[in-house]
């Protein structure tokens, strides 16, 4: 809503932010209701339509969303490490033409082995949700080192390796900045102390970024593995956390990726109705998406409203 809203937030950045906003809400509005149903019934009762529909909602969703949020953190590290190659890579029409791609891709690929035959959704009382159940267990092993190699652990590293090149470019750039300024008038330290708390911030939000993710994502992994493919018994409160923790991660993505950001968060509160009128601190928004830096802002101008 805040994108459709305010045209100068349409950016290439923001087309990620937007996506992974869309693929958490339709996992929550889809997915979870039948789980958490399920969870207070006892049994499920939606038949094979709905098993197909949560089924592939849920694998569907999860590998686009991990797959955005590791397009992310290298839309980050370019803008902030590279910039000169951030405008060349990073155009709006190019950045839409991957999200379509990326979706459309997921979709084949979840949707194959169904098509094939190699497997069907059934409703696993573990997880308390309807998985992708192969029918040898074989291919339920081969499938499962796939999603492993191929996308957990190669996002799993560009997120953790990008977003901490971009901390310490950011970091290093506020040295300089601060060693610039202390030659200066005394008048100017403020404008130091600014250049540490953007760092403290900008370091802090990148750690609950990284920490959120491995939190949620890799046990998650794990105990499906393990679950899935009979190497280790997993009870069914230790199958059921897989469910928890992917829908915790869907949770925390607005917070961190929406809220935190300070041009969603003025635009999500001109949302909320009945507000008082008061000073808000409104940031500088361009309707393109050129600056080198982007956690290292200009100084906040004060409107009313």
Request: aromatic content about 12%; proline content about 4%.
């Amino acid at each position: 809503m805040a994108t459709a809203r305010n045209p100068s937030l349409r950016t290439s950045t923001n087309l990620w932010v937007t996506a992974l906003a869309v693929a958490d809400l339709i996992r929550s509005c889809v997915a979870a209701p039948l789980t958490v149903a399920t969870l207070i019934c006892g049994r499920w009762n939606y038949g094979s339509g709905g098993c197909i529909i949560q089924g592939f909602f849920t694998y569907y969703l999860t590998l686009v969303s991990l797959l955005t949020m590791a397009f992310m953190a290298v839309n980050r590290y370019c803008r902030v490490v590279k910039p000169s190659l951030y405008l060349k890579i990073f155009t709006r029409k190019r950045c839409v033409t991957a999200l379509i791609f990326l979706w459309t891709l997921m979709a084949l690929t979840v949707s194959f082995p169904v098509l094939v035959g190699w497997a069907e959704f059934a409703f696993h009382g573990g997880y308390a949700a309807c998985v992708l159940h192969f029918h040898k267990p074989s291919l339920t092993v081969i499938f499962l080192t796939l999603d492993a190699g191929l996308i957990l652990i190669p996002c799993t590293l560009t997120i953790a390796g990008c977003y901490f090149k971009v901390s310490r470019a950011v970091r290093e750039h506020n040295d300089q900045v601060v060693s610039s300024l202390q030659g200066t008038l005394k008048s100017n330290s403020q404008l130091i102390n600014r250049a540490g708390v953007e760092e403290i911030r900008v370091t802090k939000t990148l750690f609950l970024l990284v920490s959120t993710f491995t939190l949620c994502w890799i046990p998650a992994y794990v105990i499906g593995f393990l679950s899935r493919g009979n190497l280790v018994y997993i009870s069914p409160q230790g199958a059921l956390a897989v469910t928890f923790l992917v829908g915790l991660n869907s949770a925390c993505n607005p917070f961190i990726y929406g809220y935190m950001n300070r041009s969603f968060r003025v635009e999500l509160w001109k949302l909320i109705p009945c507000k008082k009128n008061e000073n808000q601190v409104v940031p500088h928004v361009h309707s393109k998406d050129t600056s080198p830096q982007s956690y290292t802002k200009s100084l906040p101008v004060v409107v009313s409203t």
